[in-house]
């Protein structure tokens, strides 16, 4: 069992930039890979930056490449999400995800473990 808690999301102006940070209790948080995803109002939860338990492979999708990036400190149990140069469209409330073994996923079904979400909201 993993327990995820997501934190540092907020209102900030566009352009501007948040550090998400996800912090995981329970075992083993090393064995994970691990993924950000977001879900704005009505929309579907859709992926948006994954990585590998060692930290040596990244995946994002194209629309956050270059805003986006995804990190993890093991020792510290966490993952974190730098997001840079925000857009009015990234408003969503962003989950941490974690996902036993394989290459880093876009597929929510291949995450076991959710945290419970963070509100990151971007103003025009």
């Known amino acids: 069992q993993v327990q995820l808690v997501e934190s540092g999301g907020g209102l900030v102006q566009a352009g501007g930039s948040l550090r998400l940070s996800c912090a995981a209790s329970?075992?083993?948080?090393?064995?994970?890979?691990m993924g950000w995803f977001r879900q704005a109002p009505g929309k579907e939860r859709e992926f948006v930056a994954a990585?590998?338990?060692?930290?040596?492979?990244?995946r994002y999708v194209d629309f956050v490449k270059g805003r986006f990036t995804i990190s993890r400190d093991n020792a510290k149990n966490t993952v974190y999400l730098q997001m840079n140069s925000l857009r009015p469209e990234d408003t969503a409330v962003y989950y941490c995800?974690?996902?036993?073994?394989?290459?880093?996923?876009?597929?929510?079904?291949?995450?076991?473990?959710w945290g419970q979400g963070t509100q990151v909201t971007v103003s025009s």
């Open positions: 990585i590998s338990w060692s930290g040596a492979s990244t």
């Open positions: 995800a974690a996902a036993l073994a394989g290459l880093p996923s876009p597929l929510r079904v291949e995450y076991r473990y």
């Open positions: 329970g075992r083993a948080f090393s064995s994970y890979n």
